[in-house]
Every structure is written in structure tokens, then in C-alpha cells.
Nanobody, 127 residues
Framework: QVQLAESGGGLVQAGDSMLLSCAVSGRPFSDYAMAWFRQAPGKEREFVAGISRDSTNTYAIDSVKGRFTISRYDAKNTVYLQMNSLKPEETAVYYC????????????????????WGQGTQVTVSS
């Protein structure tokens, strides 16, 4: 079983930037497409951005395009989410998810595609 550990959350002001990290262990990191999700209080967990195994494909939801960037560094078994120009409505617990796949180029954007999750990291954006 793969283990995921998010870090980098905290309290920032609107317009600030933040870098989230997710360290993966237990299984070969390169076997997994990765993604970031978030869950605000009282809301369902939603997909934010995903990246393929070989990093050639990324996908992000419209509301974060141009502000958030997902990347991965296989040598460190880590996936990142660089978040710029943060908004108060993006306050949520951010989770990384791992999807084991034979495809090196697929990005999985549906929550049902993810079985392995980290514990989450709280991101709070004040106005």
C-alpha cells in the first residue's frame, strides 16, 4: 500500500502564494498518476489538478488555471502544488491522491479513480 503525506499548508492572506508538497512512499512513485483535491467545510471533495506518470500531461480546473501549477519530482517521490494569487474561497483541506496506472500519460480527474489518500493539509486564506 502506498502512503502519502501532505505538507506546506497554513494561513495566508488573499493574493499570497503557497507551495504544497506530498511525499509518497511504500510503492514506486513512478507507477502513479497523481492529483490534488480539496475539501471545504460542508462541501464535497473536489479535484483541483492532476499530473500523469511521465509529467507530459497536466490538467487543472478552470478556476485555478493560470494560478496553480502541479508538478512532480520523481527523484524525491514528491508531487507539488504551487498556488498563486490565493482567494479566501479556496480555504480548504488539501489532499493528494495517487492512482496506479499502466498508462504513462493519463490524468485522472475523477475522485472515484483514487483509492490512496494522504491525511490532508489545511490551507486558510484570509481576506
Amino acid at each position: 500500500q502506498v502512503q502519502l503525506a501532505e505538507s506546506g499548508g497554513g494561513l495566508v492572506q488573499a493574493g499570497d502564494s503557497m507551495l504544497l508538497s506530498c511525499a509518497v512512499s511504500g510503492r514506486p512513485f513512478s507507477d502513479y498518476a497523481m492529483a490534488w483535491f480539496r475539501q471545504a467545510p460542508g462541501k464535497e471533495r473536489e479535484f483541483v489538478a492532476g499530473i500523469s506518470r511521465d509529467s507530459t500531461n497536466t490538467y487543472a480546473i478552470d478556476s485555478v488555471k493560470g494560478r496553480f501549477t502541479i508538478s512532480r519530482y520523481d527523484a524525491k517521490n514528491t508531487v507539488y502544488l504551487q498556488m498563486n494569487s490565493l482567494k479566501p474561497e479556496e480555504t480548504a483541506v488539501y489532499y493528494c491522491g495517487a492512482h496506479r496506472t499502466q498508462s504513462t500519460r493519463v490524468v485522472i480527474s475523477t475522485i472515484l479513480g483514487y483509492r490512496d489518500w494522504g491525511q490532508g493539509t489545511q490551507v486558510t486564506v484570509s481576506s
